[in-house]
């Protein structure tokens, strides 16, 4: 009998080496469920494509901040130069018909034995953080279910609460889960990831063996930071993905 895997990614950004790398990633590692966390443009090159791909997955997918900025007209004032940027490329280059598809995405959602969701669980629309161990306590007051997936921060780490309190677990590829705790997952970025390892991240999920499993995906990151470079972006969206910035 086949094993249910679960491959859960989050935070694309328009980066199609990074996405491919992760979709081949995900077929060696038998995964038979994707799921993506949103985040699926913005930032880098190849916004088309990259959705084309997730698209063509007919896998769950819940919704962005970056998704919500590119399907929309919202301003981007409160979001940084660099992101704003992409913001726009991304706005330029995209069929209506995919903004349409980003718009009508699902802030969160609960799979089987667990719930996704970009940001937190709290008050997914405000796009809130989650980077410390307070900030996960307030996701976890929401979260009904042993496991919960998130992305956003672009920081791979994972939080769990036992009698109350939620503490950060100690970075491990692989983290065997418990009976009686619950967690919080942030599965890291795909294209643009934030915790100094320049790597495709994303998790595989068994629940069979109630096992994550954290992969780091190298990808050619120096055709990456070309397509950024003649597409007219701006350096430092190129440089920043060599430091996992
Ligand atoms: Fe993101």
Redesign the pocket.
Known sequence: MIKVKYGIF??I?SNLEAWCAVLDDMAGQQVTHPVCL??IV??NANPRECLRLVRELHCPVIK???DEMVATAHDTRNYNALAGEGIAFSRKHLLDDDKIWLARLPLSLRLGNFTVV?SSLDEPAKWNYISTELEAESSFIYQNTQLCFC????VAKIFAQQAGSARELPKTARVELQRGARYLVNVG?VG?PRDRDWRASYVVYTPADALIEYRRVPYDLALTRKKILDAGLSEPLAMRLGMGA
């Open positions: 989050s935070d950004h949103g985040d913005g930032y962005g901040n970056h970009h992305g956003h921060t672009h970025a643009q």
